[in-house]
């Protein structure tokens, strides 16, 4: 174990969320790296791809069953729950949609932690079966939003005027359950943020939403298999195919040569790094993942020399240091750009993209003595500006995982 793998390990650590008097969520729990007192389930999500590896240091299973015991008889998982057990949003707004990741995180989780499969696989396929019911278009696409993706504020439109009220769900009060002033004070906050529409969601049938919810399904179909469970491994199958011939046949964009959410009847000229997630669902075609590779190559694009950006460098929206999720390279999206290009055979490619990333995240812990939210794809002389420092978290993934997995 190298120092800089340590030092993430020591972070992590130090990160772990104790509870002063006891909550209904399991204490002590990863943290998010972060200084919030709720769990995120995308945070908890790709956190398990580096806490896996020492399940007798971090409590990786009881942080994933908080999500489980918060459940609601309908199904809903939330996306960020209060140290009360209570969902931060409501279960019918799209801003309380949680990117259905579990089904990965359990499956990658098993050979470290074994026999939970046959304990989720019931809260899995219930949250599973209420976003089909709850987020899927007409079309057959899926839809979220801008905290709901996980990917706060990427555009996601070509132009500012496409970004209309008509046709989503309209953001209201409902939403948020905190009840009183403080409720009443992050409705309006919310309202004020222009970077971040919280009523742009069902007009646009997301790419990456889409892709997550086609994964699920192939992922609940393993955990199936695994358990005897052959009618709901077909079902599942079958779901996978499905939503996989309707992202190919609505959110491949053939002049860009890229996948890329739909609005208006066509696919967005606007590549983000979202349009990689059919590499890990197992969405796109062979042909059309070559063309994906030689996005990942080319560095006027997303082949920066310091990590895989959230924008390609030539959108004119790039903003590598202080973008947040205009530009710098996160370390969980990096990850499954990554785990993608390992399903299709890619792994020397695998290899230099996590080798760049590697290398310019331990530049700057050598410089800095921590581990940061984000990086710039570009430089790694400094932290971008909007930046959380110790965040282990999901950026333990660098030293750990990607070491582990494609540098070893």
Known sequence: M??????????AER??????EPTKLAS?????????VDIFLWDTAFSTFWARYHADRFPVAESLDNF???QTPEGFISRQICPNGISKWAADSTIGFAPPLLAWAELELEPYVPGRLAKVFEPLLRQHRFNLEHFRRPDGLFFSDCWGCGMDNLPRWDSRSEVVCAGGIPFTRHAITAPGEAGDALFEWMNSQSEMPFFWNRQLGWCDTSCQMAFNALNLAEIARRLGRTPEERELRVQHRK?????????????TNFYADFLNGQPLARRTICGFWPLLAEVATQERAAKLVTALCDPAGFGRSCGIPTLPADDPDYRPESGYARGPAWAHTNYMVLAGLRKYGETKLARTLAERFYRAAKAIWQTTGTIW???S???CDRPPEHSGRDFCGWSALVPITFYREFLC
Do not use: V, W
């Open 15 to 20: 990160k772990l969320f104790r509870d002063s």
């Open 2 to 11: 190298n120092t800089f793998y340590q030092a993430a390990l020591n972070i």
């Open 373 to 375: 939210e984000n990086y």
């Open 243 to 255: 939503i996989a011939d309707t992202i190919n046949a609505l959110c491949f964009n053939e002049k």
């Open 377 to 379: 794809p570009d430089q």
């Open 28 to 36: 002590p729990r990863l943290g998010t790296g972060g200084e919030f």
């Open 68 to 70: 489980y015991h918060c």
